[in-house]
């Protein structure tokens, strides 16, 4: 995990030393500084003023407020004693202590795997999300030193682990199947630390770019053997449909006649068409008159559109 990524989840789970200023313990301290001011005035005695200060001081320690999604785990004198909020709740001032505020909301923390290789030796960086949750503020505060650090390493070295017995292959088509084992894997480390994993999604897979290119060329040659293989299969089709063709056209000239007469239709019914017929094909199939008479038909259309131009 990056250094920006621990700043932030420091900064998501305030150690319990750090000042929570609270409107309860202003009101507090408001009451006994004004209480021993006016005993001073009352009696001419500066001692009740400094008594109300350091009283207020005192007792402003006491009142605690903690927000909805918070726990705040108390120690008496190093011993625990329970979980307060949230809301208002009061402590013993010097006595009680509170050791850590526990975030009980769905936390996301962004880790990585640089360099790692997969079971066929293959170099990849991956990048993953982590979604969170403490469900036992108990254990998380009292079982792990730093619950969200050690989450972010257990995800880590989780990620490493199964990439490390995962081919390429697999990586890049089975994300779904991955992300299932990765969150069962970090779940049964973190379970016992009171956390529990809600999902892991692998946002990228970044892979060596010659190895890219290589992917690429043989993903290309995949694709032009599957265009040759349908292009062949074609042919056969059609070469089926050919031979069942020529078959109905053994036993009924009539047929194939008609057939050539349309074939010379289509090539001819273009102005300035010319077709090409075999001197075999002419004679086998009678054709000599027919192609005299579409000879003639395009000499006419050829003298028709002269006499207009001049025109």
């Known amino acids: 995990m990056t250094n920006e990524t621990g700043l932030t989840m420091r900064r998501r789970n305030l150690p319990a030393n750090v000042p929570r200023v609270n409107v309860v313990s202003v009101v507090v301290l408001l009451a006994f500084v004004a209480a021993g001011v006016g005993v001073t005035l009352l009696f001419a005695n500066p001692l009740g003023a400094i008594a109300g200060i350091l009283l207020g001081l005192l007792f402003s320690r006491s009142p605690k407020v903690a927000k909805q999604w918070e726990k705040a785990v108390v120690l008496r004198l190093g011993r625990y004693v329970g979980l307060r909020g949230p809301g208002l709740f009061w402590i013993v001032p010097l006595i009680d202590s509170i050791s850590a505020w526990v975030d ?8 990585a795997a640089e360099q790692t290789l997969t079971s066929d030796t293959v170099p990849v960086n991956v990048d993953a999300v982590l979604f969170w949750m403490v469900y036992d503020p108990e254990k998380a505060a009292l079982e792990v030193q730093d619950y969200p650090q050690a989450v972010s390493w257990a995800a880590q070295t989780a990620l490493r682990d ?21 969150q069962q894997l970090i779940d049964e480390r973190s379970n016992p630390w009171g956390v529990t994993v809600q999902s892991v999604e692998m946002r990228d897979v970044i892979i060596p770019d010659s190895l890219q290119d290589a992917m690429s060329r043989e993903a290309q040659a995949s694709r032009e053997k599957q265009a040759r293989i349908i292009l062949g299969e074609a042919e056969v089709e059609i ?16 047929a194939l006649h008609l057939r050539a007469m349309n074939m010379l239709y289509e090539g001819l019914k273009e102005k300035g068409a010319l077709m090409l017929v075999p001197s075999t094909a002419v004679e086998s199939m009678g ?20 006499d207009e131009g001049e025109a």
């Open 239 to 254: 070469a089926h449909m050919f031979e069942q063709a020529a078959k109905s056209y053994k036993d009924n000239p009539t």
């Open 287 to 306: 054709m000599g008159g027919l192609l005299g008479a579409a000879a003639l038909r395009q000499q006419k259309l050829a003298g028709n559109e002269a």
């Open 162 to 182: 199964i990439i490390g017995r995962t081919s390429l292959s697999e990586l890049l088509r089975g994300r779904e199947r991955i992300e299932g084992e990765l």
């Open 104 to 111: 009980q909301r769905i936390i996301t923390t962004s880790f």
